[in-house]
């Protein structure tokens, strides 16, 4: 039996979704399903922000357009990763995965965060793609940092992906 | 001994130090110790009191802060991820 | 509130995964979660068919590609395709879906079908494509033909989709 | 009255007919008349008969044997779909 093959990048540079996808079959005759996620920074998630800017005439939208700012643990973010993917692997039978996370700073309708796995089965390969994503949220070792007027705001940790992730235990 | 110490985002903002490599006193055996440490330093060391729910990572693995150090350690300092 | 975006097409031509993706989300800030899925054609599905081809030597090979063609009921498809993403965005949160099915004649390896589902939430965009796949595995008028050395065989209909779609029934 | 007649998959390839348009007798009137009255014509209209778990469609929705006919309805017969 061939093994799981797991890549997994934390990288600053945007990435093509529909190369990542082609790469898990590529060559190959016993990929019968790739699952995806593409995740994008949402405007409404830094909304709390707009109520600082009075909007005066449209020339105002200007001073509402938000970006937030992603640290990582160089190291340990891909490692995190890497075992959250081989877990992913341990319950559920897939070929391969690809996890691509963007850190540095993000606007809204940004590709943000990138997973893919590639199964014999679809079944196999939407519960390893989301499992691999809740703990992705919640886990790995990531910070972010909002940008408002006033300067950053770190985000704190929240308690609804937890319960994502949670759902996933024994 | 001495070991490597890593402060990441607000943490790190409120140091505005993002890593050292500090010999450590012979009665500094634990993160616990390391900790309190680096915050009788005074100001702005007493974030590492005050950070709510600070989390550690020795070698890259998050840990508890009786967790035990050895030489040339990878110690980092965060508040809790936000994930991804 | 704006009408959940529904595109549907069964067409013999190939698609390209990563525009189909992206343009789910283009020109938006609101869309944080796309889930998508690649169906493939996979070789052993087809493998009972290498049964026939005795194998002398590696020029053989030749002989064991296997192909299956896909008919469909032109109409009927595209709006049972419909029907079942409008029955998803009852249950479910998307402010769009991309349905893209392929018909006629496809080897292994090659893409077959493409769901891709563009919420605000991940939750909703997993369920609802894995949803919407569940129920195009089993209940959209298709039908297979496998090729084989000695001519066409039509494909029964299989019962293990059929309770991946059930476990949606209330 | 006439209907549109289509065939699908195995069922066509059986007939070596993929639609015809139909003038109607009086008494077919519904689906399962329809059926029968296709299968008398003899072979190979018999593998209407003989399709395993032969399904049909009225103007594009699956519907039951016993549903009524009109005018210009659209009516497919087809085996069991195997899915995407």
């Keep these: 039996m061939m093994a799981t093959h797991i890549s997994v990048s934390v990288q600053e540079a945007d990435f093509d979704v529909g190369i990542e996808i082609a790469a898990l079959s590529a060559g190959r005759d016993d990929v019968g399903a790739v699952a995806s996620f593409v995740g994008l920074v949402r405007a409404d998630k830094l909304e709390n922000i ?8 449209a020339q105002d939208t200007v001073d509402t357009v938000h970006a937030m700012t992603l640290e990582h643990y160089p190291g340990m973010t891909e490692k995190s990763l890497e075992a959250i993917v081989a877990e992913a692997a341990t319950r559920w039978s897939f070929f391969g995965a690809r996890v691509i996370h963007r850190v540095g700073r993000l606007l809204p309708g940004e590709r943000i965060v990138f997973v893919a796995v590639a199964s014999a089965h679809r079944g196999d390969a939407f519960a390893a793609c989301e ?34 992730a949670a759902r996933w235990e024994e | 001994m001495s070991v490597k110490i890593y402060f990441f985002a607000g943490l790190r903002e409120a140091l505005g130090v993002s890593s050292e490599t500090l010999a450590l006193p012979t009665d500094v055996t634990s993160v616990a110790a390391l900790r309190d440490h680096l915050a009788a330093r005074g100001e702005p060391w007493s974030a590492l009191a005050s950070t709510r729910n600070l989390r550690v990572a020795v070698n890259q693995q998050m840990v508890g802060f009786d967790t035990a150090l050895h030489a040339e350690d990878e110690v980092a300092f965060f508040p809790p991820v936000t994930g991804g």
Tied chains: 1, 3.
């Design chain 1, 50 to 57: 707009k109520l600082v800017n009075v909007k005066v005439d």
């Design chain 1, 131 to 164: 499992f691999i994503m809740d703990y992705l949220k919640t886990r790995a070792p990531f910070w972010k940092k909002e940008d408002t007027p006033a300067g950053g705001r770190w985000v704190d940790a929240r308690d609804s992906d937890d319960s994502a």
